[in-house]
C-alpha cells in the first residue's frame, strides 16, 4: 500500500491487573470499509471497540485516523458515531431530540439541524416517529433511532458494537442488509463487533478474528475460510476437524492410534502436527474407485439433516472425524453405522500446522 | 380432554389458594396501616372533651378551634420549613455524591459511603444528645444563642435526611445503563454536559423518591430534634407531643388530621410529575 491507511490502529494494547484484555493490535481500515471485529466472548474485541471510542482509555498503541493519532483524545472530541449494543437511546427525549443530540452539541444551527434531522430520520425510515418516545418504539425501530443518531453526526468512523444481537432473529438479516446500504451509500468507514459468524460474513468487507486479546488473522471471508494461519482459525470460521499426527514422511500422516493417513500435499518438516479438514471438502471414496482413499474409517453415526448427511466417523485405533455429504447427488450410496468406508480428499482442501500452531506450507510439488 | 381437565383441576385450585393468601396478606397490610388513621380521624368527630368511647355524641367544631391548639401556626411553619430546606441541602449534598461514589473510583470512596449512611445506624437520641452538648459548648464559648434557630435544626435534619438520598439516588443510579452516558460522550457532549443532559434527568424518579423521603423524614423526626427546640421554637410533632403531656381532647386528633391531609395533598401534587407508585 503506497498511501497511508485512513484509520490505523497501531499497538494497541490494554492491560486491566494481570489480564491484558487488549494485547498488541495492529489494524489498517482504507475509508469507505467495514472492518468486522470477530471472536469468542472475552476475545477483546470489545475492549478494542472501546478503545477506539475513547471510553477505555489505551495502555499503549496508536489509533491514527488520517494520521493524527487519537488515543489521546477524550470520547467527546473523537467525531465516531457509536452504535451500542444496548442501543442506549436518551429514555427522556424524543426520536427527534435524540438524532440531534450530537448535532445540538456542536451547536449546528437549528435550519441544518433540522435539515440533517429529516435528511437522517428518511434514511432509517422513521419520520412518522420523530415525537415519539424510544419506550414507544419496537426494538428495531429503536436500533434505527440509535444508527440514525449515530450518522446524523456524519462520523469519522461509525463503530458498531453487536447491533443485531438485540433483535429478533427474523428481523437480523433485513437489518444487517439495511445497516450495510446505509453505510456503503454514505461512503463511511466502519468498524463492527459480532460474536456471530454468519453476521460477519454477510457485512464485512474484511474480517479480523480476535482470541484472548490477539489478532488471529486479518483478510477477507474466503481468505479465512480457505487460508486459515492457525488452527483457532481453521475452528471458529466455519467448522473443522483438527486431526492430531505426526508426519512419519513428506506424504504420511500417523495418528496416535496408529492409522495412517496419506496426505494430498507433501511436506518437508517431520513430528508432531495437526491436519485440518473441512466437513464438507472430506469426501466418502469407495475402494473401486481410480484413487486410492487417503484413510479408512468407520461410520460411527450418520444423521440426515437436510442439505447434508452429517457422518461421523472414526479412525481404527481412536480419533473422531466430521464428514458432510451432500443430498441430492444421483447415485451415492448411504453408508450406515458400522461400515467401514474410505475417505478422500483434495490438496487445496488439506492444511497443516506445526505444533506451534503455524501453518505448513506444502512442499513444491514434483513432477510425478 | 378428560387427562387435560383432570390435571388443570388441581393446579387452577393452587392458583386460587395463592391469589387468597395473597388478597387477605395485602388487606392485612393495608387495615394495620388505616386503621390508626381512621381512628384519628374518627375521634376527632367527639363531642367530648376529653376521649371517651363511646362518645356522648359528634361534632366538627375541633376544626373550628384550631387556632386554639398552641403554638399550631408556629410549630406547623417551623416543621414545613424545616423540612424544605434540609430536603433541599441533602439534595445538594447528597445527589452529587451518590454520581460521586457510583461513577467514579477515588481515595476515600468507601469511607465516604461509610460515613454517608452512618447516620442512619446511630439511633436519633445518641445524636440528639451529641449535638445539644456540641451547642451548648459552642453557645457558651461564642455567645451565639444556636439552641432553637432554625439553622441548627436543619443542619440536624441533614444528618439523617442526607442518608436517605444518597441510598436511594445510589440505588437509582446502579441501574441505570452506564452506556447512555457514554452515548451522550460519543455524540460530543463533554463530562459536564453529560451530567446535566444525560445523567440528571435520568435520575428524576431517583431525586423525587429522595427528596420525598428526605422531607417525610425530617418533617416527622422527634427523638433528634427534640433536644434542639427552645421554647419559642418547635416543631410540629413535638407541639403534638407537648399538647398529650396534659391533655387527651379530639382537638390532637383534629390537628393531626389536618397536617395528615396537608402532607397528602403534597403527595398528590408531586404524583401529578413523577409517578410515585415507580419511584418508591
Known sequence: MSQDPYLRIEGLTKVYGATTAVDNVNLDVTRGEMLVLLGPSGCGKTTTLRLVAG??????????????????LPPYQREMGMVFQSYALFPHLTVAQNVTFGLRMRKLPKTEIDRRLEETLAMVKLTAMADRYPRQLSGG??????????????????????????????????????????????????????HDQDEAMTMADRLVLMSEGKVQQVGTQEELYEEPLNPFVARFIGHSNLVKGELVDSDSFRLPGGAVLKLANRYDARGPHILALRPERVRLSDDNGSAAPRGRVTVEDATYV??????????????????????GAVGGTRRIPGETTGITWDGVNERLFDENNVAVSAAPALAA | MANAIQSATPSTRGAWLSKLVVTVLITAGVVLMIVPL???????LFADGV????????????????????????????????AFTATLLSLLIGVPASIALVRYRFIGRGLLNVLLLSPLTVPGVVIGLGLYVLMVDIEIRSEIPLIGSDW????????????????LCVANLVQLDRSIEEAAANLG????????????????????????????VSFENIELTLFLISPGMITFPISVLQYLEYRFDPLVASVVVVQTAVIALLLLAIDRYVKLSKVV
Not at chain 1, 482509555?57 to 488520517?66: D, F
Request: glycine share 8%; proline share 6%; aromatic share 8%.
Open chain 2, 152 to 167: 441548627v435544626l436543619v443542619l440536624a435534619h441533614l444528618l439523617i435526611t442526607t442518608p436517605w438520598v444518597v441510598r
Open chain 1, 141 to 194: 425501530q429503536q436500533q434505527r433511532v440509535a444508527l440514525a443518531r449515530a450518522l446524523a453526526i456524519r462520523p469519522k468512523v461509525l463503530l458498531l458494537d453487536e447491533p443485531l444481537s438485540n433483535l429478533d432473529a427474523n428481523l437480523r438479516q433485513s437489518v444487517a442488509r439495511e445497516i450495510r446500504q446505509l453505510q456503503k451509500a454514505a461512503g463511511l468507514t466502519a468498524l463492527m463487533v459480532t
Open chain 2, 38 to 44: 381512621l381512628m384519628t380521624a374518627y375521634m376527632s
Open chain 2, 189 to 216: 457532549a463533554p463530562p459536564a454536559r453529560v451530567l446535566w443532559s444525560v445523567t440528571l434527568p435520568m435520575m428524576r424518579q431517583g431525586i423525587v423518591a429522595a427528596a420525598l423521603f428526605a422531607f417525610i
Open chain 1, 306 to 327: 437436510g442439505g447434508h448427511i452429517d457422518y461421523l466417523l472414526a479412525f481404527p485405533g481412536g480419533g473422531h472425524l466430521e464428514l458432510h455429504e451432500p443430498t
Open chain 1, 55 to 72: 471510553f477505555v482509555a489505551a495502555s499503549h498503541g496508536r489509533i491514527l485516523l488520517e494520521g493524527r493519532d487519537y488515543a489521546a
Open chain 2, 51 to 82: 376521649v371517651t368511647f363511646p362518645p356522648s355524641g359528634y361534632t366538627l367544631s375541633w376544626y373550628g378551634r384550631l387556632a386554639e391548639f398552641p403554638k399550631f401556626g408556629q410549630s406547623l411553619g417551623t416543621s414545613l420549613r424545616v
